[in-house]
């Protein structure tokens, strides 16, 4: 029992990885305050997150495109007017195959597909 207390109240002086300052504290401590560990963990999770959040901006002004451009519950319309409206066609939220071969994109909640014929068919699904 003595050398678990022992093991788990040893102090040690260490370097804060944020901001490099020396602090006293538990041998596994790694900052100097829970300011730096903030700091520090937020730092790493945008990095981290910096490409969710880039596609997330894609999907979002995509959606808004469609939003615009949808003026009924059924719209239709040539692609070219998405191409025009800067649409990113390599971004949707899901795809799915009906039974006829066609293939329809949705993002978030609106849906479209292309005909050969180059006609964007656009739907509102609530």
Not at 21 to 32: A, L, T
Not at 52 to 73: D, E, F, H, M, Y
Not at 82 to 100: D, G, H, I, P, Q
Request: glycine share 4%; charged share 25%; hydrophobic share 30%.
């Amino acid at each position: 029992m003595n050398d678990l207390i022992d093991v788990v109240g040893t102090i040690n002086s260490g370097k804060c990885m944020e901001c490099g300052k020396q602090f006293v504290g538990r041998s596994d401590k790694k900052f100097c305050c829970d300011m730096c560990r903030n700091s520090y963990n937020n730092r790493l999770r945008n990095r981290r997150d910096r490409e969710v959040i880039r596609i997330n901006n894609i999907l979002s002004r995509n959606r808004r495109i469609l939003a615009k451009l949808c003026k009924t519950p059924k719209s239709t319309l040539p692609v070219s007017v998405l191409r025009e409206n800067y649409f990113n066609f390599k971004y949707c939220t899901s795809v799915s195959r009906k039974a006829t071969g066609r293939t329809i994109y949705c993002c978030y909640d609106y849906a479209y597909y292309i005909t050969l014929s180059g006609i964007a068919h656009i739907s509102l699904n609530r």
